[in-house]
């Protein structure tokens, strides 16, 4: 009987011991298994290192260079008078009308007037400059400018281009310009000179 008792205190114990073995051998693959992975510097990263949204740099892109190819010569003629002035005559025909924009029922009429060479060829009598356009004998538009010393260029001529709106009554036509002066602002003008000037739209 003492025989058996003692046999199962062995058995016991030998369980026991394996228990404790098996233990230490599973808390040992546990921190195999949750061991800190080392940062890549030396060091754990703290909250520090990781900023907001909001805090991130992004470069701006560079805007495109400016394309600077300005001809200075093309420009300088570009803003010159776009007539030849060589005798041409003050009040007189220099140039014809010409239509600039056209629509549905009506043209843009323009046509340029030189009215002084300098202005010491101005003899002091202001007056004004009228333009009219007449469509089948109907004045359709009227424009008139002031002349006198103030509006005339002290070294070089002075143009007035005339640019009026013009209804018209058909796709076809022939527009008359008429080019005057008149001593007031309310007065008839005295015929200069007339152009006629053909259209279609």
């Not at 205190?9 to 061991?35: N, R």
């Not at 009227?142 to 209804?167: H, T, W, Y």
Request: proline share 7%; glycine share 6%; aromatic share 6%.
């Amino acid at each position: 009987m003492r025989t058996a008792s003692s046999l199962l205190s062995v058995l016991c114990a030998g369980l026991l011991m394996a228990g404790a073995v098996h233990a230490a051998d599973a808390a040992d693959d546990d921190d195999d298994l949750f061991q800190d992975t080392p940062a890549a510097g030396g060091s754990v990263p703290n909250s520090n290192s990781f900023k907001d949204d909001e805090d991130i740099d992004i470069p701006m892109a560079k805007p495109p260079p400016e394309e600077r190819n300005l001809n200075m010569q093309t420009l300088s003629q570009t803003t010159k008078m776009p007539l030849n002035l060589d005798d041409k005559v003050p009040l007189a025909d220099n140039w014809p009308p010409q239509i600039v924009y056209t629509d549905k029922d009506a043209v843009v009429v323009e046509i340029p007037v030189l009215y002084a060479r300098s202005r010491a060829e101005f003899d002091g009598i202001a007056y004004w400059l009228v333009a009219e356009v007449y469509a089948d004998g109907k004045k359709v538009a009227e424009s008139r400018m002031l002349v006198n010393r103030d509006a005339i260029a002290e070294k070089g001529p002075s143009i007035q281009f005339f640019r009026m709106f013009a209804p018209v009554s058909g796709t076809t036509g022939t527009l008359e310009i008429k080019v005057g002066k008149a001593a007031s602002g309310a007065a008839k003008p005295t015929e200069l000179f007339a152009k006629t000037l053909p259209f279609k739209l």
